[in-house]
């Protein structure tokens, strides 16, 4: 098997969680990209662009290119669909996915509910992600295919 590059062992983690009680919660860290400019601030640190929560609508963290996570408040957004139009967590990433594409921006999420849905889409040709659902099950993809991979 290909080992990856020193490069290719850096990025984005991001955590989504929702509680017994639906409480919601989000974090992300990233390593930023690079050759970024100097002084440059990612969308991690920004509540509402590559990291949101919001109790009773859903929990967002996001991986790109952070400018544009903040200028279109990609994690606000995805809760504001789900509030204000009714759209169901996989309908409203779809959605705000769907606008970065046709601006040709690469981007990827991880986002929880308060029923505990799980969404981990993505527009680019994979991302890493992972997630245990309510009964215990454990599971893992890189690109299109989820593997199980046990239980917690």
């Known amino acids: 098997a290909a080992e990856a590059s020193e490069a290719e062992k850096h990025g984005t983690v991001g955590a989504v969680a929702c509680d017994a009680q639906g409480h919601?919660?989000?974090?992300?860290?990233?390593?930023?990209?690079?050759?970024?400019?100097?002084g440059r601030v990612g969308d991690s640190p920004i509540i509402g662009a590559g990291t949101y929560a919001r109790d009773g609508r859903c929990a967002v963290s996001g991986t790109g290119k952070g400018e544009y996570f903040i200028r279109y408040c990609?994690?606000?957004?995805?809760?504001?669909?789900v509030a204000y139009k009714?759209?169901?967590?996989?309908?409203?990433?779809?959605?705000?996915?769907?606008?970065?594409s046709s601006y040709k921006i690469g981007a990827g999420l991880v986002a929880v509910d308060s029923d505990g849905t799980i969404v981990a889409p993505y527009n680019t040709e994979g991302m890493y992600r992972?997630?245990?659902?309510?009964?215990?099950?454990?599971?893992?993809?890189?690109?299109?295919?989820?593997?199980?991979?046990?239980?917690?």
Not at 74 to 81: F, R
Not at 130 to 145: I, Y
């Open 24 to 38: 919601l919660a989000a974090a992300t860290s990233t390593g930023g990209y690079t050759n970024k400019p100097a």
């Open 74 to 81: 990609v994690g606000h957004e995805i809760a504001s669909l």
């Open 86 to 100: 009714g759209l169901s967590l996989a309908q409203a990433t779809q959605e705000v996915l769907g606008e970065l």
């Open 130 to 152: 992972g997630w245990v659902t309510t009964d215990g099950l454990l599971h893992v993809a890189t690109h299109g295919d989820v593997e199980m991979a046990g239980q917690a």
